[in-house]
């Protein structure tokens, strides 16, 4: 079993529909749960970062993160064409990325216009 | 802000060249600085972090006399392919930690796209 698990899609929705995109994982022991965002050939640009359970919102963008049950999820609200990129979730044992990120493959997100 | 640079974005080289890849933090101090390999359609793999002024730390599997790291100041970490091989194509991905950013985490350059012919 790997360590972070994520449906690597694609997942093709229509534009202004909301977006749920997923994330579990095996070791209890993470605490920072992050989200990052990459267009093709590019690095990853940071999205979301939360730590331990409960939700966190920023605009469009929700994270959620349930300790509990190993899972943690991203939702995107009025999807636009420019959201349709990959997005990986990532996480860590202890604060501020002093450990490093293990990251889920990537969910392969296209928003049709 | 946030803005970390890697140089090349693109290379192309001979089996058994050695390759440099440089990270550099544009508009903060780095403490800590960390490399990845991302190959195709698979998530980012960590392979080393390294500590300004100190050894890097390599994760299981890497080899580290053939990927050199050198984190000589606080803006500037570097990556050397040692006699590269095809099989070391791949997406290497910079990543820098500023502690004393709001939100404490890492921040990845665009990445090198490393082709051994």
């Known amino acids: 079993q790997k360590e972070v698990e994520q449906d690597p899609g694609p997942l093709s929705v229509p534009e202004g529909a909301i977006v749920s995109l997923n994330c579990t994982y095996s070791n209890s022991a993470f605490q920072y749960f992050m989200w990052y965002r990459q267009y093709s050939r590019k690095g990853p640009e940071l999205l979301m970062y939360t730590y331990s359970s409960g939700n966190k919102e920023d605009g469009r963008f929700t994270a959620q993160v349930d300790k509990s049950s190993k899972y943690i999820s991203l939702f995107i609200r009025d999807s636009q064409p420019s959201d349709s990129a990959t997005y990986l979730c990532a996480m860590s044992y202890s604060g501020g990325g002093a450990d490093g990120l293990t990251f889920g493959k990537g969910t392969h997100l296209i928003i049709q216009p | 802000g946030a803005v970390v640079s890697q140089h090349p974005s693109r290379v192309i080289c001979k089996s058994g060249t050695s390759v440099k890849i440089e990270c550099r933090s544009l508009?903060?101090?780095?403490?800590?600085m960390f490399w990845y390999r991302q190959f195709p359609k698979q998530s980012l793999m960590l392979m080393a972090t390294s500590n300004e002024g100190s050894k890097a730390t390599y994760e299981q599997g890497v080899e580290k006399d053939k990927f050199l790291i050198n984190h000589a100041s606080l803006t500037l970490s570097t990556l050397t392919v040692t006699s590269a091989h095809p099989e070391d194509s791949s997406f290497y991905i910079c990543?820098?930690?500023?502690?004393?950013?709001?939100?404490?985490?890492?921040?990845f350059g665009p990445g090198t796209r490393l082709t051994v012919l």
């Open positions: 990543s820098a930690r500023s502690p004393a950013r709001s939100t404490d985490t890492q921040y």
């Open positions: 508009d903060f101090q780095a403490t800590t």
